[in-house]
């Protein structure tokens, strides 16, 4: 098995660090809002959120499938010219 050197550890301790910012930050944030009434949304509000979420995920799940079937077919091998064609 292998051992944990001292800058993995601080790198752990940071981001954990980080983390704990980001999720103090986050509950801060929906306490404050908590007791606002004035931004309730109607259907209307509903529907766009519901419409542009559908829609964003459509077109990332397009381009992603696109980019893995264009990596399969070789369309990305002539935009690369610094790879290599003959393993070494």
Request: proline share 2%.
């Amino acid at each position: 098995m292998r051992s944990i050197n001292l800058s993995q550890v601080l790198l752990i301790a940071a981001l954990l660090i980080l983390l704990g910012l980001a999720a103090f930050g986050i509950a801060w944030a929906w306490s404050a809002t908590n007791g606002v009434d004035d931004a309730a949304m109607d259907e209307n509000g509903w529907i766009a959120l519901g419409l542009g979420s559908f829609f964003s995920l459509i077109i990332g799940c397009g381009l992603m499938a696109l980019m893995f079937f264009s990596s399969r077919r070789g369309y990305d091998e002539a935009a690369d010219p610094f790879r290599n064609k003959e393993p070494k």
